[in-house]
Structure formats: structure tokens, C-alpha cells
């Protein structure tokens, strides 16, 4: 009796595997081929410990004896054009961000990576940086390099307050580097998207208003976003009442350390989520993998808090942002869960642009 009842246990469990196998990853048809949108982190490391930073701040509650439980690195060459060569010969157009928990400028081939990556037409290459080593030489070499958009964080128009929260930043420097970097765009014949954002503390509230009407005059985009308390996936600006829906994140979006780690999403910074290598498996795989089809569909099924990283986060709503028009600005104004984007009418309507809203 015993014996007939593992049988049937055993034969039960082998054809549920079976049947398992022959459907393995049934919620990945519901998304496209490959992420409309990846970040490629070339490398943690930091220049600057800003005090709001979740990876880099010295307050940070995620320091177990005063280290991250990811370790810090630079991704390697032969590892960056595996990416970029695969998203480029996938002819889906994919914005391609090479930022994650750290400064890319850091890294000595970030040239080399931005021009292999504009050789594709599908992608749109940039990075966000913090400024400190955008040296006229490198913005030489990255304009020649073909990038196509790079975003300066710049926190308000006060020396003393973004000194106070960007430890190790100098706001001169920073201001100087971006009109210098501004006026070598206006030379030339190609020029990239720019960007410029401001994290947002208490004190700098005021100076909202004149800080995205100064940089308007200079570049295509300006965006201002509130600091969130680190480590904080909740916002307050999502209205009453409003029904959570599955996270476009899952379905659009992802996120590659400089090991070639896959996290869940841009909100997971220590890769508890563990979606795979693609150092190990092609992007391909890995986004069709049987980890992602999970997660999707947990989604799809509302359980949300089956996730832990999901359970308290709000970026869901980034998909479905108020857009308006601000006639006094002459801009487009996109209102999401983390920032306001004060966006110039005649860069509005690029594709790729769009995409990035929601990140
Ligand atoms: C993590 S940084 C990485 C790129 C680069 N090192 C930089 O500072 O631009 C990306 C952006 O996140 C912003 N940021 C950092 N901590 C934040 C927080 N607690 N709330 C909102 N934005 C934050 C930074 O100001 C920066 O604009
Ligand atoms: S510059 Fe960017 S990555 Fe570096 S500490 Fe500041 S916010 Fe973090």
C-alpha cells in the first residue's frame, strides 16, 4: 500500500513536471521580445556619498557592518558588448541607460561602450551623471562617441544646500561642466537630448519655480524630483483611491549590474530579486526566463505582496502619468509618481524620449 502510494505520488509529481516543462514560462508571451527600456549599470562606484543616496550615503540603513551586501565593480568590456551587440541586433528600440547605483563616468571605457551602442539605430544611448568629471575632453569624447541623450543631476540653484546633501560635489564645477558641455552641443550637427534634474529636499522647495525656468533656456528637458527617504519605493503624490495594476516594470523594464546580475526592477539596488545572469545566459533568456514569469505572473494574479520588493513600492503608477500643457513655459509637462518633466514641444514626440517617462 505504501509502496503503490509513492508510486503514484512519483508518477503523479514526474508528469506534473513534465506538463510544467512543456508550458514552462506561460506569462512572458503577454510581453515584448526583448526590455523597451535596460539599464546597463557600468559600475557602483561613486565619486560623491550624497546623503539621500540608498547605495552611497554613509546614513544608509542597508549598511550591515558598514558595507552593501552588493559588492562594488566595474562591468567588463567583453561583458558590455555581449549586451549591447545582442539589444542592437534585436531591432526592437530599446532606451538604453548605462547608470545604476554609481557615477559612469568612473568608467575608463564608458566612451568606447556609448559608440559601439550608437552604431545600432534601435538603440537610444545616454547616461545620468552627477557632472564632477564631465571635463571638456569627455564631453569631446562623448559627443563624439554619438550619445544620444545625458541627463546632469544638479540639485537647485544654491551652492550651500546642494553642498549640504551632495557630499563632495562642487556646485561650480558641476554648473560650469554643464554650460560647457551645453555649448559644445550647440556646435555640433548631431545633438544629443539634455537633461537636467534636481532632487529635491525641504529647504530647496522654493527655488523649484526659477530652477526649471533657468535650465529651460539651456536644455531640452528639465525634471525635478522630491527625495524620497532612502531606501522608500512609496510616493506621495499617487491620488486617493486609485487601483493598483500590474507594474509595466516587469513587462518593459531591465535592470543589469555590473556583474551581469539581473535585478527585478530600477527599485531593486541590492538585487534581492535575482532575475539571473546574462553574463551566464543571453538578455533573451533571461527576460523569458522562467524567474520573470513568475513574477509577472503574480502580477497579472494582484498578489503583489507575495513580492517583497513590490509590496510597498508606487512605480506602477508611473505608467499612467498627467501630461498637460504649460502655455507659460511654451513646455509638455508630465506629472508621475516620482518626478515632474518639463519637457520642450519640439522634443515631445521621439518614441524612445516617451519611454523613459515612466522610469
Ligand atoms: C542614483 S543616481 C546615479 C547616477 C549619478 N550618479 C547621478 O547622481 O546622477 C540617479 C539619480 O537618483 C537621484 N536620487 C538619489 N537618491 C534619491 C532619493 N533618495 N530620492 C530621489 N532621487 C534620488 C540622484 O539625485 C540622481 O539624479
Ligand atoms: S552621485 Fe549619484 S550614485 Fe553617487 S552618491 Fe550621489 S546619487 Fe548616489
Known amino acids: 500500500m505504501l509502496f503503490a502510494t509513492s508510486l503514484g505520488n512519483y508518477i503523479k509529481s514526474t508528469v506534473g513536471r513534465l506538463l510544467r516543462l512543456h508550458k514552462p514560462h506561460q506569462y512572458n508571451h503577454i510581453c515584448s521580445m526583448y526590455p523597451r527600456a535596460v539599464f546597463m549599470e557600468v559600475t557602483n562606484y561613486c565619486n560623491l556619498n550624497c546623503v539621500m543616496c540608498t547605495f552611497h550615503s554613509k546614513e544608509s540603513p542597508f549598511r550591515g557592518n558598514g558595507r552593501f551586501s552588493r559588492s562594488k565593480g566595474f562591468m567588463s568590456e567583453s561583458l558590455a558588448y555581449k549586451i549591447i551587440d545582442e539589444l542592437g541586433s534585436s531591432d526592437v528600440p530599446i532606451w ?198 513568475k513574477v509577472r505572473e503574480l502580477h497579472l494574479k494582484g498578489k503583489y505582496s507575495k513580492l517583497m520588493l513590490c509590496k510597498e513600492c508606487d512605480i506602477w503608477f508611473n505608467k499612467t502619468p498627467k501630461v498637460y500643457f504649460d502655455t507659460n513655459r511654451n513646455c509638455e509637462v508630465v506629472v508621475n509618481a516620482w518626478q515632474t518633466i518639463y519637457r520642450k514641444v519640439n522634443k515631445a514626440k521621439s518614441e524612445t524620449i516617451r519611454l523613459a517617462d515612466a522610469l
Not at 534634474?197 to 535650465?215: G, R, S
Open 96 to 293: 538604453l541607460a548605462m547608470h545604476g547605483a554609481g557615477e559612469p563616468l568612473l568608467h575608463p571605457k564608458i566612451e568606447m561602450f556609448i559608440r559601439r551602442a550608437s552604431k545600432y539605430d534601435n538603440l537610444n544611448v545616454g547616461f545620468l551623471t552627477n557632472g564632477m568629471l564631465l571635463t571638456d575632453e569627455k564631453i569631446k569624447a562623448l559627443l563624439d562617441s554619438g550619445i544620444k541623450w545625458l541627463s546632469v543631476s544638479i540639485d537647485g540653484l544654491r551652492a550651500d544646500l546642494m553642498e549640504k546633501y551632495r557630499k563632495g560635489a562642487s556646485f561650480s564645477k558641476i554648473h560650469s561642466n554643464t554650460m560647457h558641455l551645453i555649448q559644445a552641443v550647440t556646435s555640433r550637427e548631431e545633438k544629443p537630448f539634455l537633461h537636467v534634474n534636481m532632487t529635491v529636499q525641504k529647504e530647496m522647495e522654493a527655488d523649484v519655480d526659477q530652477f526649471v525656468d533657468y535650465w529651460l533656456q539651456y536644455v531640452d528637458q528639465v525634471s525635478v524630483s522630491p527625495c524620497r527617504p532612502i531606501g522608500s519605493r512609496k510616493s506621495p503624490l499617487l491620488p486617493e483611491g486609485v487601483r493598483r495594476e500590474p507594474c509595466y516594470m516587469l513587462f518593459e523594464t531591465m535592470v543589469i549590474f555590473w556583474d551581469g546580475s539581473v535585478g527585478l526592477c530600477c527599485e531593486d539596488w541590492f538585487n534581492w530579486g535575482q532575475m539571473g545572469s546574462v553574463e551566464l545566459n543571453s538578455l533573451y533568456e533571461v527576460w523569458h526566463g522562467k524567474k520573470f514569469s
